[in-house]
Antibody, heavy 123, light 108 residues
């Protein structure tokens, strides 16, 4: 059974930093691209960042480019999101999501999601 | 960036009604479109990918269609457990892989 468990959320002041983690199990982690998707309170879904299975390729939404860094440790089956220079508008539930891969190619839609971790940026 | 526009933003229908939600892309995305269902307080769930392929375990009353810029999610007979917000997502070649703003479905 695929499981994704996020951690690391919390309250942080504007300009601060936070690192989110997502522990994955139930599938061969290194074979799958992974993504972070966020949802501000009462708002819709926003794709944030993605990383290839090997970690060689990374992608970011313009809203976080230069401030957030996605990475993964395939030996630990763990996905990370380092968030720096946090702003009030980064307040959201952050979901870790597994991308669908088929025939050696990965597509950035998400067949499994974690439960999410809440990040609140406020003074 | 490709913009995804859903309509309507919300709808209210009776149990057993046929419900249709549309999603329009600002440029062609072939069939690289997914639909998700998010029930109140819950995690999003994948319903449909490749515009019309039903994810395993999803009831057959859900269906998707479209290609290029115009897509549709249809619930053939609305059930009480279908109360949720539905999102489309473009996953065509280049990021950002944007979501629509969501369509909230309620029971009348």
């Amino acid at each position: 059974e695929v499981q994704l468990l996020e951690s690391g959320g919390g309250l942080v002041q504007p300009g601060g930093s936070l690192r989110l983690s997502c522990a994955a199990s139930g599938f061969t982690f290194s074979n799958y691209a992974m993504s972070w998707v966020r949802q501000a309170p009462g708002k819709g879904l926003e794709w944030v960042s993605a990383i290839s299975g090997s970690g060689d390729s990374t992608y970011y939404a313009d809203s976080v480019k230069g401030r957030f860094t996605i990475s993964r440790d395939n030996s630990k089956n763990t996905l990370y999101l380092q968030m720096n220079s946090l702003r009030a508008e980064d307040t959201a539930v952050y979901y870790c999501a597994k991308d669908r891969c088929s025939g050696g190619r990965c597509y950035s839609f998400h067949d499994y999601w974690g439960q999410g971790t809440l990040v609140t940026v406020s003074s | 960036d490709i913009q995804m526009t859903q309509s309507p933003s919300s709808l209210s229908a009776s149990v057993g009604d046929r419900v249709t939600i549309t999603c329009r892309a600002s440029q062609g995305i072939r069939n690289y479109l997914a639909w998700y269902q998010q029930k109140p307080g819950k995690v999003p769930k994948l319903l449909i990918y490749a515009a019309s392929t039903l994810q395993s375990g999803v009831p057959s009353r859900f269906s998707g269609s479209g290609s290029g810029t115009d897509f549709t999610l249809t619930i053939s007979s609305l059930q009480p457990e279908d109360v949720a917000t539905y999102y489309c997502q473009n996953y065509n070649s280049a990021p950002p892989w944007t979501f629509g703003q969501g369509t909230e479905v309620e029971i009348k």
